[in-house]
């Protein structure tokens, strides 16, 4: 095991430039000070990224992705992730609304991106492009990469869900670098993304899990099944 994350494990392989990424049922939120377990979310949040990165992959994002190998198991390209969350908003949710004064649900005149630096012990403080230059996070090359990719991949899963008859209302996306590229890693899931239901904006995404709001399984289970 090369490392172990709140809802993931990653194993290195014979080949190494490739990793096996399990996911878990475990779940966390508030920074880790809330902790539970969401039954079957791991193999959910496994075939959803699988999924949709090889939606991306055929759009022209490159991605960590290469194949699902069990229900809980993909392989994927060994990347050397960056430190840095990048957070992609289409409608006021979460810390935003909080932060902002904004009603949840509130559209937004154009995408937001805000980033965070991975960093636990410090709670992954909000950052902008100025720290991450100056402390060297990414190049500057490196971080115009992640943001066209990033709004690159708003667009199509905004597309992709509306389809399904799902709002994207945000999402968080980490990077990785592979033979000096920047690639996208880790996952999207219903852990990593606001998703709502079009018709009744009812949440089907983590923060059921986050707010107590019931029905956790069933809501990863549902974001699946109309997506696959
Ligand atoms: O909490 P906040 O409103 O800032 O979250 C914005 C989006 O980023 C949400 O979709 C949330 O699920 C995701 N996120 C995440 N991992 C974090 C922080 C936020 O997946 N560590």
Known sequence: MVYEGKAKKVYKTEDEKKYIVEYKDDAT???????????????I????S??????????GIPTHF?????????IVKAVKILPIE?????????SLAKRLGLEE?????TTVLEFCYKKDELGDPMINEYHIKAIELATEEQLEKVKDYALKINDILVKFFKSKGIKLIDFKLEFGLYDGEVILADE?????CRLWDAETNKKLDKDRFRRDLGDVEKSYIEVLERIK
């Not at 939120?29 to 193999?43: D, E, P, Q, W, Y």
């Not at 290469?66 to 993909?74: F, G, V």
């Not at 957070?87 to 949710?93: C, D, E, K, S």
């Open 86 to 94: 990048v957070i992609v908003r289409n409608i006021a949710a979460g």
């Open 29 to 43: 939120a508030f920074n880790g000070v809330k902790k539970g377990t969401i039954k079957g979310k791991g193999i």
């Open 105 to 109: 649900g509130t559209e937004l005149k």
């Open 66 to 74: 290469e194949e699902l190998i069990s229900d809980r198991e993909m």
């Open 188 to 192: 999207i899931s219903p852990d990593t």
């Open 45 to 48: 949040n496994n075939k959803m």
């Open 50 to 59: 699988a999924l949709l990165f090889k939606i991306l992959e055929e759009k």
